[in-house]
């Protein structure tokens, strides 16, 4: 009886964090770019045109902003601590940007 009770409980153990992974990669959709320990992280990315990048401020309360510099722009998130906001990517080409907080705090995202 106890082989019966157990076996279904380590097969629900072992395919559940499968599962998971697959909804979450599944929901996410686009890509992410996290605002933490005053960095970018990843600090570079590539991705196709008609992308989603969201920008995640996870930095225990520090505030940020991201502002595009050089020639290729995209509005600019304005100052928060806290939240997500996403751009669109809709042009080829490399998107500089920067927190003007912090001296240093610098991305880049390319679109190909």
Avoid: E, W
């Amino acid at each position: 009886m106890k082989t019966r009770l157990l076996a279904p409980l380590v097969v629900c153990a072992v395919a559940l964090p499968v599962i998971g992974g697959q909804v979450a990669a599944t929901a996410a959709g686009g890509k992410t770019v996290t605002l933490k320990n005053i960095a970018f992280s990843p600090k570079s990315l590539t991705v196709s045109r008609n992308t989603t990048v969201t920008f995640a401020f996870r930095d225990d309360g520090t505030a940020h902003n991201v502002v595009s510099k050089g020639s290729k722009k995209f509005k600019a998130i304005s100052v928060r601590s806290s939240g997500t906001q996403s751009r669109k990517f809709t042009s080829a080409g490399t998107y500089r940007y920067v927190c003007t907080l912090h001296p240093g705090m610098a991305g880049r995202i390319t679109v190909r």
